[in-house]
């Protein structure tokens, strides 16, 4: 079966700007999270949509948003880009949220220049 | 939010067995215990859980402390494959609608000498 897609791959942007990714679930899963990945802080949650919902969210700005779709997929956005948001942006989607049922996507790439 | 202690690196031979240790003495009660690997250009990937009791399944064994704030990871025979860095991040247990998140560390990475 399809594993979780995120497109595009890599991304290049200049400070101020804004961006925005996607990401696909597996089918059926109706949980997606998102995760931010640096050389200097790691593995850091964003946060988690369920049904629409955003359920859970981590310690980053508001510039930081993401939404979800009525068939899962999930967007998340960054507006006035800093040069420290570059970075690995990683979304996993499982059922229902369970920790133990995640499915990474291979991620996306994004440098701010 | 549960913190996790881990070597920063750790080197096997290929074909023997690997155990990677992690710390985690701020795991509440209600935590899973997980492992996750990340192989180059991936995402991360679930290797194990579990919450009390040791797990076995087809990819490696998890070894708990019985004051559980410890785990081990064991891969019985590590192949070239199995190059990556390994993080236990601890999460709650469900259903905790709203809260299950993983916690990751800054993880182990795995060297296998052919």
């Known amino acids: 079966k399809a594993g979780v897609t995120q497109t595009p791959r890599y991304l290049i942007k200049t400070r101020g700007q804004q961006v925005t990714l996607s990401c696909s679930p597996i089918?059926?899963?109706?949980?997606v999270s998102w995760y931010q990945q640096t050389p200097g802080q790691g593995l850091q949650f964003l946060f988690e949509y369920f049904s629409e919902t955003q359920r859970n969210k981590g310690n980053f700005p508001g510039r930081f948003s993401g939404r979800q779709f009525s068939n899962s997929r999930s967007e998340m956005n960054v507006s006035t880009l800093e040069l420290g948001d570059s970075a690995l942006y990683l979304c996993?989607?499982?059922?229902?949220?369970?920790?133990?049922?995640?499915?990474f996507g291979s991620g996306t790439r994004l440098t701010v220049v | 939010d549960a913190k996790t202690t881990q070597p920063n690196s750790m080197e096997s031979n290929e074909e023997e067995p690997v155990h990677l240790p992690c710390n985690h003495s701020?795991?509440?009660?209600?935590?899973?215990i997980h492992w996750y690997r990340q192989l180059p250009s991936q995402g991360p990937e679930y290797v194990i859980h579990g919450l009390t009791s040791n797990v076995n399944n087809r990819m490696a064994s998890l070894a708990i402390a019985e004051d559980r704030k410890s785990s081990t990871l064991i891969l019985h025979r590590a192949t070239l494959r199995d190059a990556a860095v390994y993080y236990c991040?601890?999460?709650?247990?469900?259903?905790?609608?709203?809260?299950?998140?993983?916690?990751f560390g800054t993880g182990t990475r795995l060297t296998i000498i052919p």
């Open positions: 991040p601890p999460a709650r247990a469900p259903p905790s609608f709203g809260n299950e998140k993983l916690t």
């Open positions: 996993a989607s499982s059922p229902s949220g369970t920790t133990h049922l995640y499915t």
């Open positions: 089918s059926g899963h109706r949980s």
């Open positions: 701020t795991i509440s009660g209600t935590d899973y």
